[in-house]
């Protein structure tokens, strides 16, 4: 059983809530073209974009390294504008287990904010937790955030 960790980020959006959720619900494959320092490549390996089930394929840089994360949509939510993911092959699970991310897009007052909580297992103390990682996904939530605003 490894060590189990949650990293938890909130960030205020410029852009439309609506049309930020439809891009990750129904247009990933246009998120290479808002942040491509962030994200190469998106590729739908089984199923239909949009649809709970169904096993996608990032392809981004980290740390200077190219990386892959093939994941699964495990929950779609619109009502809630809730996304789950969790990769079942990739670079971060070679060495974390159970890593999941979850998207979740909410108004406060005036406010509207994207959350991402990365959910995973650490198998010793020595392994890092994914901080970098963190940063990462608000840095690419950052730059599409950015693309919507320069777009209207």
């Not at 969790?86 to 979740?104: A, C, M, P, Q, R």
Request: aromatic letters at 10%; proline letters at 3%.
């Amino acid at each position: 059983m490894g060590l189990k960790s949650v990293l938890y980020a909130k960030i205020e959006m410029k852009a439309n809530k609506d049309v930020f959720y439809d891009v990750f619900t129904n247009k990933p494959h246009h998120i290479s073209s808002m942040c491509p320092l962030h994200v190469q490549g998106f590729e739908l390996l089984d199923g239909v974009i949009g649809t709970v089930g169904s096993k996608i394929c990032w392809m981004y840089t980290f740390e200077g390294k190219k990386k892959i994360s093939k994941q699964i949509i495990e929950t779609i939510d619109h009502e809630k504008k809730v996304l789950t993911f969790k990769e079942f092959e990739g670079d971060v699970v070679d060495i974390y287990d159970n890593f999941k991310s979850t998207l979740h897009i909410e108004t406060k007052g005036e406010i509207d904010l994207v959350s991402w909580t990365i959910e995973y297992e650490r198998p010793n103390e020595n392994v890092p937790e994914l901080v970098n990682l963190l940063d990462f996904i608000v840095g690419m939530t950052k730059a599409v955030d950015d693309h919507h605003v320069k777009m209207n």
